[in-house]
């Protein structure tokens, strides 16, 4: 009798245990559609591509060009990393408010172009070894440049902020002005006209894309990018829980931004 009740009792809780769901987090669960099993340092060389999702907006960073082909800093750096790989980029459109989304729900297997490390993106995605510091600092015709150096003397009645939409330039300008008239424009390849044609006064965004629309845009002037309001650093974003992965990135990235090959493609753009 005791013999039949404990092995009743033993069925009843393989039963149960069998009809539990899975573990979060683990590599080839249901969580994420698409997800691979193991790690993607082992899959992207078996099948012969890495996904690299990409907003093609954020020169110098990430460029989509007329003919559909992208260019960048961060784009020569995954066309390395895909090379170690024994693999071959492919480049998906995303935008700066689905790029963190795409990377946790395994739609890509890193996301490039001047992606800035923040708290809320990092509850959902690993992020590579920082690649270099920035913060936001504004941007402004040359004429205006002295008006509009601190934040007190932008966020007034009558001065017109412009901002991209979804990323961290629209929360930075949202969180901080309160006065000042913000406008949201689509484009972030032709916000900068908006600008030198006078239908905006002054963006916010990171320093390093000031200095760099300014040289392409004489009209504007980069306001002290050597002090930034804030202090931000700017890494590739990557699928939660593989480690194995994340390690070989850190690698990379640390090996690119230590043996000149980062600097040299930076220099190419900021010539």
């Given at each position: 009798?005791?013999?039949?009740?404990?092995?009743?009792?033993?069925?009843?809780?393989?039963?149960?245990?069998?009809?539990?769901?899975?573990?979060?987090?683990?590599?080839?669960?249901?969580?994420?559609?698409?997800?691979?099993?193991?790690?993607?340092?082992?899959?992207?060389?078996?099948?012969?591509?890495?996904?690299?999702?990409?907003?093609?907006?954020?020169?110098?960073?990430?460029?989509?060009?007329?003919?559909?082909?992208?260019?960048?800093?961060?784009?020569?750096?995954?066309?390395?990393?895909?090379?170690?790989?024994?693999?071959?980029?492919?480049?998906t459109a995303t935008t700066w408010k689905e790029i963190v989304d795409d990377v946790?729900?395994?739609?890509?297997?890193?996301?490039?172009?001047?992606?800035?490390?923040?708290?809320?993106?990092?509850?959902?995605?690993?992020?590579?070894?920082?690649?270099?510091?920035?913060?936001?600092?504004?941007?402004?015709?040359?004429?205006?440049?002295?008006?509009?150096?601190?934040?007190?003397?932008?966020?007034?009645?009558?001065?017109?902020?412009?901002?991209?939409?979804?990323?961290?330039?629209?929360?930075?300008?949202?969180?901080?002005?309160?006065?000042?008239?913000?406008?949201?424009?689509?484009?972030?390849?032709?916000?900068?006209?908006?600008?030198?044609?006078?239908?905006?006064?002054?963006?916010?965004?990171?320093?390093?894309?000031?200095?760099?629309?300014?040289?392409l845009h004489p009209e504007l002037c980069s306001v002290h990018p050597d002090k930034?309001?804030?202090?931000?650093?700017?890494?590739?974003?990557?699928?939660?829980?593989?480690?194995?992965?994340?390690?070989?990135?850190?690698?990379?990235?640390?090996?690119?931004?230590?043996?000149?090959?980062?600097?040299?493609?930076?220099?190419?753009?900021?010539?």
């Open positions: 009798m005791k013999r039949a009740a404990t092995l009743s009792a033993l069925v009843c809780l393989l039963a149960v245990t069998a009809a539990a769901p899975a573990a979060p987090g683990g590599h080839g669960t249901a969580h994420g559609k698409g997800r691979d099993k193991g790690s993607l340092l082992d899959s992207v060389p078996k099948r012969g591509v890495l996904r690299v999702c990409t907003t093609g907006d954020y020169r110098p960073f990430t460029h989509r060009e007329a003919d559909g082909g992208y260019r960048g800093i961060d784009i020569d750096m995954a066309r390395d990393l895909a090379k170690s790989l024994d693999a071959k980029p492919k480049f946790a729900d395994r739609r890509c297997d890193i996301a490039v172009g001047g992606v800035s490390i923040t708290l809320p993106r990092a509850r959902k995605t690993y992020f590579s070894e920082p690649t270099r510091e920035d913060g936001k600092t504004p941007i402004t015709r040359c004429a205006d440049k002295d008006t509009y150096d601190t934040l007190d003397r932008i966020d007034r009645p009558g001065t017109r902020v412009i901002v991209n939409p979804g990323g961290t330039n629209e929360q930075f300008a949202r969180d901080r002005i309160k006065r000042a008239t913000i406008t949201v424009h689509p484009d972030n390849t032709t916000i900068f006209q908006e600008i030198v044609d006078g239908r905006a006064d002054v963006m916010m965004t990171d320093a390093s894309e000031t200095r760099y629309q300014a040289r930034p309001f804030t202090f931000a650093e700017k890494a590739y974003a990557l699928p939660r829980g593989d480690e194995e992965f994340k390690e070989y990135v850190d690698q990379f990235v640390h090996l690119a931004t230590h043996d000149g090959t980062y600097a040299a493609y930076e220099a190419q753009w900021m010539e």
